[in-house]
């Protein structure tokens, strides 16, 4: 009788759980998962480079672990270097790196994980934009052309029937943040954290549209993502118990930042993922209020930054989506081909 009552409601349970998960779902990608048991890896350091800023945003709570060696870059070509010379393990980058090194190594690369979305948005100063249309004969200021950026932008103005902006490009973020801040242009393009560097030089400068909105309007079957993590395909199928440790590391460390911007933040400046400046409050706020503020402040960046970690089959539909817009745009961009499904782990 009683494990008779206790399987009913062990039943009960499973069918609560689900129906509250499906009451509960949406077509946005999930952040996280970490539903498996902690797994043990006692294996050889993994070797991992990142890139500063948003790309490796979301690995912080990685860093102390002894299971891992990171290596911090703010160069996207020393990361495919280092990848390509087996010199690290895994290493997270732009996304359409991925397709490249792919390309490049004959397959000796896989995507682990989408581990950013979209970080580009559209800034003003002076300038009233409130939907694409608005910018019908404006001119934009951004930057990453003959990049991803570029590509996305392109798109997106397209699919939009905006013909006859004008858009210039500069070379570097800060320069075009310093540009937007002092009024010298009225709109750009930027991602974060840039985005937050020109803000807080000026409270005049505003976000306008979010890139990101944008793509998922465009493209509904879609996400824009930014950033990935792949690994050597041969320290994959060498090392499968330090995949499973770092997948479940990588999820685990993605769900604390989105949990607790301000433990990632201060985390995040310990490590020099990001300047201190960027989580900065203004120096006149009250010291009442200064806590607050400062947990306001790590909430919204991080949250322009969309830090999440995307496997499988999830993964591989939301990379296919954008690798054929930057193909379109510029077929060398992706490696010269879409890539195959080999690309993708575990998908």
Request: charged share 20%; with cysteine; proline share 5%.
């Amino acid at each position: 009788m009683k494990l008779t009552k206790k399987l009913l409601a062990l039943t009960l349970a499973l069918v609560l759980v689900l129906a509250l998960a499906a009451c509960g779902k949406t077509d946005t990608p999930d952040p996280a998962v970490t539903t498996e048991p902690p797994v043990e890896y006692t294996g050889e350091t993994i070797k991992v480079a990142a890139i500063k800023g948003p790309t490796g945003m979301g690995m912080v709570h990685m860093m102390d672990n002894d299971n891992y060696a990171f290596t911090l870059t703010s160069d996207p070509t020393e990361v495919a270097t280092l990848l390509a010379t087996g010199k690290v393990d895994i290493a997270a980058c732009p996304l359409n790196l991925a397709a490249n090194l792919f390309k490049k190594t004959g397959g000796g690369v896989q995507m682990l994980g989408i581990n950013t979305l979209g970080v580009l948005y559209l800034l003003t100063n002076g300038e009233t934009i409130s939907t694409v249309a608005d910018l019908k004969g404006k001119t934009i200021y951004a930057t990453g052309q003959g990049a991803t950026p570029e590509y996305i932008l392109a798109d997106l103005l397209a699919a939009n029937g905006i013909t006859d902006a004008k858009v210039e490009y500069l070379s570097e973020h800060s320069e075009l943040a310093a540009k937007i801040a002092s009024g010298d242009c009225k709109i750009a393009v930027l991602p974060e954290p840039f985005v937050t560097v020109a803000t807080s030089k000026n409270s005049a400068v505003t976000v306008a549209l979010s890139l990101t909105d944008l793509w998922n309007d465009a493209h509904p079957d879609s996400r824009l993502a930014m950033g990935c993590v792949i690994a050597r395909k041969a320290f994959i199928d060498g090392n499968p118990d330090g995949v499973k440790a770092f997948l479940q590391d990588a999820r685990s460390s993605v769900e604390q930042v989105n949990t607790d911007a301000l433990a990632a933040s201060a985390k995040m400046v310990e490590k020099e993922i990001v300047a201190d400046t960027l989580f900065a409050i203004p120096a006149d706020t009250a010291e009442k209020k200064q806590e607050a503020a400062k947990a306001q402040k790590a909430s919204d960046v991080i949250g322009r930054c969309n830090i999440v970690f995307i496997e499988g089959a999830q993964m591989q539909q939301i990379a296919d989506e954008n690798f054929q817009v930057y193909f379109a745009a510029d077929p060398t961009s992706v490696g010269g081909e879409l890539p195959p499904a080999a690309l993708y782990y575990g998908a």
